[in-house]
């Protein structure tokens, strides 16, 4: 997928001259949601109504306002429904800083990417202070048309899957994943150094492993499940290093969580997990699950 040229959304109907342009891949190329369909060349115009899942007929023709993520569920019936493209915000984020533009993935029906055949929408993200601007004027039946240009596209290729060793006595592998192909530090740039640099550190240590550590690069969730379904290894267990430098504790308050490992395969990581954070980090705020 490709974001391939400038793409932009502007209100063409009656509106503060100074505020028409809604979103914008210049000011941001987070404007255009990631995995997205493209409008036609010339762009689409048409008139915005709210998100309404039971009455998915008044999406023809239109663009929608959606407040969330446009997963699988909503995007889909909106594509078979006719509507011109879907305009989204994100409301909570909103609350910290009204300006921002949210990165949106996650737009498949079983995941974060689309199926083969799936049709695919034009998806601007625009700011929470926007998003409440369409709201309220269509609130008071006030008729928005919105003219989008969404220049995407996408196409068959290669994603590369990356990895490497450093043998132990055993050949069974414990696994340290990091996923690659997103655009952040914390998603998952962060993870990737990390995985690296353990590896350089226990190299450089001469620490004689029990067992083989494994470092594994690729694609997000289908990357991975690739490798696993179809790669011959050793894996007995694995640590997914995601989202290492997110700012979401520091700027939103929002406590750090993690996924234990389930019961029919216990896992004493995790326990020094929990060790290791009342030690080193008392003030965290943490929640596993």
């Known amino acids: 997928w490709d974001l391939t040229a400038h793409s932009y959304l502007d209100v063409v109907s009656e509106w503060p001259e100074n505020e028409r342009r809604l979103a914008d891949t210049a000011e941001t190329v987070l404007a255009a949601a990631t995995w997205c369909g493209a409008t036609p060349p010339g762009g689409s115009t048409g008139e915005l109504v709210a998100y309404d899942p039971e009455h998915l007929e008044n999406a023809c023709g239109k663009w929608v306002l959606y407040e969330g993520v446009p997963v699988g569920s909503i995007n889909q019936p909106l594509a078979r429904a006719g509507a011109l493209g879907i305009v989204v915000t994100d409301l909570r984020q909103g609350n910290c800083n009204p300006d921002a533009t949210r990165w949106m993935n996650n737009q498949g029906t079983w995941g974060w990417y689309y199926l083969k055949g799936e049709p695919r929408l034009p998806i601007f993200v625009i700011s929470s202070r926007r998003a409440l601007a369409l709201k309220a004027s269509l609130d008071r039946s006030e008729k928005v048309v919105l ?19 450093l043998p132990g006595e055993s050949k069974e592998e414990f696994g340290l994943f990091a996923h690659m192909y997103e655009p952040f530090l914390s998603d998952d740039a962060s993870g990737v150094a990390a995985c690296i640099e353990i590896g350089r550190m226990v190299k450089a240590s001469g620490i004689r492993l029990r067992k083989s550590l494994r470092v594994l690069f690729s694609m997000e969730h289908y990357g991975f499940a690739e490798y696993l379904a179809q790669r011959p290894h050793q894996l007995k267990a694995a640590i997914n290093l995601d989202t290492l430098a997110t700012p979401m504790y520091r700027e939103l308050g929002f406590p750090m969580h993690w996924r234990l490992s389930p019961l029919c395969m216990p896992f004493f990581g995790d326990l020094l997990l929990e060790e290791l954070l009342r030690e080193v980090m008392p003030d965290l705020r943490w929640s596993p699950g």
Do not use: I, P
Not at 147 to 165: E, I, P, Q, S, W
């Open 147 to 165: 003219h989008g240009v969404m220049n995407t596209r996408h196409y068959d290729g290669k994603v590369y899957t990356v990895t490497a060793l």
